[in-house]
């Protein structure tokens, strides 16, 4: 089987790396695109996958992006007529969404972000098939299948990922001593036009607020203040799924680490006025997250939530408990992910 993937965010990357890794295994062909976005290649390079670079950044306003849209697509057409993929797989990424429509080959794709309306607008009407987890918000018409899962269960279920606090010893970092994890991101990705988060100084204050309860490690899409740089988290970043194990507490304005703390039993706040179906859930079925999505005050009332769980005795071992529930209830994704496309592609060679 040859399939073709590209990638333009790093949690991509980790999404679908087991994937590539199964499929190299049994003598499948996958070629990869990346453009650079928060360390993605570096991604790539750390899990031994090769990659064709296609890009230098995912564009920082509409007119680049619309430029990238066009481009990509064209050259990502151009390599299925010479590769000849069987099939184009993972996120509702337009540009190969098109191109395996021009080029008549199924595209097999997993998404869980609502808002990224223009990807979905396309891919919902020219993908072969949309897997989404069972809380998606957009009904994505009949080519959408609804599963009990969630993206970060790709590389965080227990068959795939064992936390090792080893690891984070060997470069330095303490696993043992309590901390907390503060993610900050960039707002310049396509659905973050129009919205802002923390001014430096109300990051400066947070953190201040934090640390009274322990170690306090920044990770950043774009720059931090100068008083956080001491605190910036150095670890690689292939590890950082192992700081999110051992942390006490993560507090993050991008779903995607809020939601990974919450699949490896660590309490999270999710602080972002994009409503997510999956963060939902989690807050209200497994109670290991708590979202902030309405209101100026938001982030006051998430600090407030924060320290009210850090003064919580035994947080880190109820966590561990919410999760075993959270786990028993979830699809493997990978395993199904897998039969799914060997499906489409058997299909497809018959018809």
Known sequence: ????????????VHQFHHIIWRMRERGDEVMCFVAE??????????????????AKSTGKNPVEKA???????????????????????GRAAPMLSVASWICRKPHLLYED???SKFALRICKRLSTKLLTPRTFLTDLGPRQERLDTYKELFYLHPSVFTPDKQKLRDVGFDPDEPYILV???AWNASHDIGKHGLDDAGKVELV????????????????????LKPLVLK????????????????????????????????????????????TREQAERFHLL??????????????????????????????????????QEKVDINQYYMAEMDRLVKAGRKG
């Open 183 to 185: 993610r900050f991101v």
């Open 67 to 89: 430029f990238l849209f066009l481009k990509l697509t064209a050259q990502f057409t151009l390599a299925a007529l010479r590769f000849k993929p069987d099939i184009m797989i």
């Open 208 to 227: 201040k607020k934090l640390s009274k309860y322990g170690r306090v490690y920044v990770s950043s899409e774009g720059s931090v203040p100068e008083a």
């Open 290 to 327: 708590y979202n902030f999505n309405e209101g100026e005050d938001r982030y006051e009332k998430a600090a407030a939530q924060a320290i009210e769980l850090l003064e919580t005795p035994d947080l880190v071992e109820q966590g561990r408990q919410k999760q075993q529930k959270l786990l």
């Open 1 to 12: 089987m040859k399939a073709m993937i590209c990638f333009t965010h790093p949690a991509w």
């Open 235 to 278: 670890t690689p970043y292939e590890l950082v799924h192992h700081v999110l194990a051992f942390a006490k507490l993560v507090y993050s304005e991008g779903a995607t680490m809020a939601s990974e703390a919450a699949v490896l039993g660590t309490h999270a706040l999710y602080v972002n006025t994009i409503v997510s179906g999956s």
């Open 113 to 115: 972000t609502e808002v």
């Open 37 to 54: 976005k928060d360390g993605n290649s570096k991604l790539l390079d750390s899990y031994g996958i090769p990659y064709i670079r296609c």
